[in-house]
């Protein structure tokens, strides 16, 4: 009986052991728990930092966001001007090359027509001064001169022509500054003032360029 006893008060003793040992370890689960949910609830809280201190420095990134954002926007806006200006210069370059090279064109033979003039002139005057009245059948050589400078002088007026050099003759036309050079003025009867009445010498134009104005006298 008295070792039904003992054994009887063993087995109670163990059984209050581990009730003892099961209740601890669901104190410390609810403890666990209990801590989760207030991490949970407040992580600034669970960290140590201050709510207030936590919203503060999330206020300064996204200033500090902005701030970067609006830099560059504006180096952006910054870099496009300077893109279309390169393009607006570019584009002007361009024609201006583009505007020099056909005047190269059109006005590279300037420096050698300018020399041709003098050649004309002297044909010019070759003509002028020979005596109509001995060009004839009977004086063939000089006839023949006559005829073949004519002939060389039409055909450098037709070179001329071609390249776009053409004389500027402008008897009892209106004195144009542009394009004629006034020697003397003379009071002519029934001429209006400013009416060229002499042409000592012919201008000539390449295409709408003046190479040399033409030497005049003009009514007054």
Do not use: W
């Not at 087995?11 to 601890?24: A, D, H, M, R």
């Not at 830099?71 to 496009?80: F, V, Y």
């Not at 590279?108 to 001995?134: H, R």
């Not at 050079?181 to 002499?198: D, H, M, R, W, Y």
């Amino acid at each position: 009986m008295a070792l039904i006893s003992l054994r009887s008060v063993l087995k109670c003793g163990q059984s209050i052991s581990e009730s003892l040992i099961f209740n601890s370890r669901s104190i410390t689960l609810s403890n666990i728990k209990f801590n989760t949910a207030e991490e949970s609830k407040n992580p600034g809280e669970a960290s140590g930092v201050p709510p207030g201190s936590m919203s503060t420095k999330s206020s300064e990134d996204v200033e500090k966001l902005n701030k970067q954002i609006s830099e560059l926007a504006e180096k952006n806006s910054e870099l496009l001007d300077k893109y279309k200006r390169s393009l607006a210069d570019g584009e002007n370059l361009r024609q201006r090359l583009t505007k020099q090279i056909a005047e190269a064109k059109i006005y590279g033979i300037q420096g050698f027509c300018k020399d041709l003039l003098d050649v004309a002139d002297v044909l010019n005057k070759a003509t002028e001064t020979v005596p109509k009245d001995e060009i004839t059948d009977s004086n063939p050589h000089l006839k023949g001169l006559y005829e073949g400078l004519i002939m060389t002088e039409a055909q450098l007026k037709n070179v001329f022509k071609r390249h776009g050099l053409e004389p500027v003759n402008p008897l009892n036309e209106k004195f144009n500054p542009n394009f004629h050079e006034a020697l003397f003025q003379q009071a002519i009867e029934g001429k209006e003032p400013g009416t060229v009445v002499v042409v000592s010498k012919i201008g000539y134009k390449l295409h709408d360029r003046v190479l040399r104005p033409a030497l005049v006298g003009v009514s007054k």
